[in-house]
């Protein structure tokens, strides 16, 4: 998609043999210098069942669908305002099922920070974060810190609760990202989520840049320097 959709349906452009997957946008008209707004690329990882749809369906718009169940992978774009500068966030819901593997790698090179997501009533889910966090860092390993924020999502549920806060912290704490918990029926924390991972997103396309300016700014002292011996 690149954000001039007429309808509220859109094609997505951004994943590489993704054309099938369909992108929603929350714009209501058009806007031109849209394409100029900064575009952070979000991927939403996690077993199914655990909430991933959920989460996404409550930040785009704020509703909250409890039986919502993709057989696919979904692209959602949406404007919003972050510390105080007006972005774009894309976010890939992935279906989470196993036929989704094969093309999974896919999905994560395109991304650019990632919602590992489980649900604090089902510990399998949780177990599972470790393989998909695996997964994230092979296919991103020449990537020195990807933006990565563990979620514990359905904390509304705190009666079925099967994985504590300070087992989930953690093990957070060990990857050396941050835990946090949500509830897409509530909706609390969803923004948190969604606005702190953009801001990591932010902070790492800031750095890269300034390695990059940086090294070029080298270069050119170089070549100046080596100009003025041959003079």
């Not at 979000?42 to 909250?64: C, N, P």
């Not at 890269?208 to 070029?216: I, L, P, S, T």
Request: net charge neutral; with cysteine.
């Amino acid at each position: 998609m690149d954000g001039d959709c007429d309808s509220l349906l859109c094609r997505s452009n951004w994943l590489p043999g993704t054309s099938s997957v369909v992108s929603r946008t929350m714009a209501a008209s058009k806007s031109k210098n849209q394409s100029s707004l900064a575009l952070h690329k979000v991927i939403m990882v996690g077993s199914g069942g655990v909430g991933k749809s959920a989460l996404t369906l409550q930040f785009m718009y704020d509703e909250f669908v409890e039986d919502y169940e993709p057989t696919k992978a979904d692209s959602y774009r949406k404007k919003v305002v972050l510390d105080g500068e007006e972005v774009q966030i894309d976010i890939l819901d992935t279906a989470g099922q196993e036929d989704y593997a094969a093309i999974r790698d896919n999905y994560f090179r395109s991304g650019e920070g990632f919602l590992l997501v489980f649900s604090i009533t089902e510990h399998e889910s949780f177990t599972a974060t470790a393989e998909f966090r695996e997964q994230i860092l092979r296919v991103k390993a020449e990537e020195d810190k990807i933006p990565l924020l563990v979620v514990g999502n359905k904390s509304d549920l705190e009666e079925r609760r099967q994985v504590p806060v300070e087992e989930a912290r953690s093990k957070a704490e060990e990857w050396g990202v941050q835990y946090v918990e949500t509830s897409a029926k509530t909706r609390a924390n969803v923004d948190k989520v969604f606005f702190d991972l953009m801001r990591e997103i932010r902070a790492k396309k800031m750095s890269e840049n300034k390695d990059k300016n940086g090294k070029k700014s080298g270069k050119n002292k170089k070549s100046f320097k080596e100009r003025c011996c041959l003079l």
